[in-house]
């Protein structure tokens, strides 16, 4: 069975830290991009961060660069994402997602391409 298990989400307030983390089971991790998502009450979903298996190569949306970091660590299956600086705005859903390096071998991908999800962490940050 395949899963991915977000953790680490939480109330903080503006100009705090927050580090998501994503475990996953059920695939062959290492041949897998992953990305982290959020959604935001009355939003659609957007593509935050993603890190390629290939090469590990990273790509963050404009509001998020400078304070977010994304890493994995494939001996432990796991996708974390350091996220800095928070701000109100960073208020959402977030979910952690895989994409088969067939599909895509290097990220930024399109969600619709992203085979698996995990059910999502809220992050919340106070003004």
């Known amino acids: 069975e395949v899963q991915l298990v977000e953790s680490g989400g939480g109330l903080v307030q503006a100009g705090g830290s927050l580090r998501l983390s994503c475990a996953a089971s059920?695939?062959?991790?290492?041949?897998?991009?992953l990305g982290w998502f959020r959604q935001a009450p009355g939003k659609e979903r957007e593509g935050v961060s993603c890190?390629?298996?290939?090469?590990?190569?990273?790509f963050y949306i404009n509001s998020v660069t400078g304070r977010f970091t994304i890493s994995r660590d494939n001996a432990k299956n796991t996708v974390y994402l350091r996220m800095n600086s928070l701000k109100p705005e960073d208020t959402a859903v977030y979910y952690c997602?895989?994409?088969?390096?067939?599909?895509?071998?290097?990220?930024?991908?399109?969600?619709?391409?992203?085979?698996?999800w995990g059910q999502g962490t809220q992050v919340t940050v106070s003004s």
């Open positions: 059920g695939f062959t991790f290492d041949g897998y991009g």
């Open positions: 890190i390629s298996s290939v090469g590990g190569r990273t």
């Open positions: 997602a895989a994409v088969s390096t067939a599909v895509r071998a290097m990220c930024p991908a399109a969600r619709h391409e992203y085979r698996y």
